[in-house]
């Protein structure tokens, strides 16, 4: 499948950024400490720009959020709500997309939001390094302001999802900013956008400072101000934690158990949409047999693997799309999903391969605190049906370069929250071949879906066929982030996405 950057793995750049973090070791920056009138928090991996089109790393999104908003928006429970637009109207033939801007609207620099900031935005996109542009709106052409407070986008060809992508809570490709800032300001250190944040004073890699804005158009956040310090090392974290130097941290399961006790500390395990999955080369004999891919689907207990490799720190998933979703298909309904050993030797023996047959597993080693234990416990369950698996630990670079190559029989891979479900069945031509024709028809359905109840019921028809042909992967597990802070602060409720927007509704109390 289709991903890209950080958590974001179905694109291999954004293992490699993202597995930097997670084996970085560090220390808080000196003189940090909490505030009567605002909070602190520790976030592990500091922005590598500020600019929200100049990256697709997925943990630069953290900060963008705090700053920058999108036309629309997207609920926890997966519905598309306006944000600095008002509303929408969809062409009959899905060629064009009209929104009408909030009235009254303002950048943090005073300047009043036009629909000619929302064009020039979409036109920088287009040059954005890391081609967020060609990732997430593959169809726009223009947009172009018709009116001070009405933009037009023009599409090459329908695009169900493209409403989608423009409603991304985590602000990625959608970010509105303001035409005149990007002439005037460095973008890339200095955040200008709607938000309810406005950006004080930043020292990379080390501090970012904000404060509320009260011109937002809004409600205003809770608190006064907000600092984010950039800690890596998790022990650090809970240490500061644990100090006062900060109030709220996102962490892992480890953490947990250390501060779950801890007077003064409040700590909460959130399910998230970020999942584990395993990526199968169809290319690859003996997984160009469809009865061999069903075969190691059905070997997998994955309440066994969120337990064992994750210590309980993730729940089981069979879905390509997130159970999250309200209209996703419930584990149960997904083929292949539940283990059942006896089956999966049987479709070995028919497939030609009675007594299991050699493989190999890449990964990358220590990506997170449960990858290398993860491995082991997939190589344990499929030497169970007869699927012997050699462990393949890479580094970062080695890994990607093997897997755009759709040099691997098996690998493993993960990923993050989208908006756009279509993002989490598309498969990612390149790494095992061409997309087979009875699957490309059904996604060309979805994009030509003529609003969202169609759109989703049409994924849902593709992620049963890719469920039942076991193509492009297998999901494992959906992880957990730990989210502890200080008694006494409300509002703390992190979304599956991971959106850090709640942070404007947190305070003392």
Known sequence: MKKQNGFSLRSAAGAAACAMVAVAVGCS?????????????????????????????????????????????????????????????????????????????????????????VAFTFDRLKSSPDGISEELFPTFEKAEATSASTVVFHLKRPDAGFLNNMANPLVWGCAVMSKKAAA???????MVGTGPWV???????????????????????????????????????????????????????????????????????????STI???????????????????????????????????????????YIPDGESWAPKPAEVPFSTQDTAKAKALLAEAGYPDGFSTSLMYISGYDPGTNDLAAALQDQLAKVGIKVKLDPLERGAWVDRLTKAQYPLSWNAQSYYSNPYQYVQPAEGRQGAVPAELQKLLDDALRAGDQAAYQAALIAVEKWEAENVYPTVTLLATNTVVAYRKGLTGVELPPSQSRTFLAQVSRG
Not at 88 to 100: C, E, K, N, P, V
Not at 184 to 189: G, Y
Not at 205 to 228: C, H, I, P
């Open 277 to 319: 999955f395993l990526q199968i080369n169809n290319l690859t004999a003996p997984f160009d047999n469809l009865k061999v891919r069903q075969a190691l689907a059905l070997a997998l207990d994955r309440d066994s693997l969120a337990e064992h490799a994750y210590s309980g720190g993730g729940a089981r998933a069979s879905l």
């Open 29 to 117: 920056p000196p003189g940090s400490s909490t505030s009567a009138t605002g909070i602190t928090v520790a976030e592990t991996s500091a922005p590598s720009t500020l600019d929200p089109q100049g990256s697709a790393l997925y943990a630069d999104r953290f900060a963008w959020q705090l700053s920058y908003q999108c036309l629309m928006t997207t609920t926890p429970g997966g519905k598309i709500e306006p944000e600095l637009a008002t509303g929408y109207q969809r062409s009959d033939d899905g060629l064009t997309y009209t929104f009408d801007l909030r009235p009254g609207v303002r950048f943090q620099n005073g300047e009043t939001l036009t629909a000619e900031d």
């Open 199 to 273: 950006q004080e004073s930043y020292r990379p890699n080390s501090e970012l400072k904000l404060k509320r804005f009260d011109d937002y158009w809004g409600q205003k956040t809770k608190s006064e101000r907000l600092s984010v310090l950039y800690v890596p090392g998790s022990a650090t974290q809970v240490s500061d934690l644990q100090a006062g130097a900060v109030d709220l941290i996102f962490t892992g399961t480890s953490s947990a158990r250390t501060l779950s006790g801890s007077d003064g500390l409040e700590v909460g395990t959130v399910p998230t949409d």
């Open 184 to 190: 005037s300001e460095n973008l890339a250190t200095r």
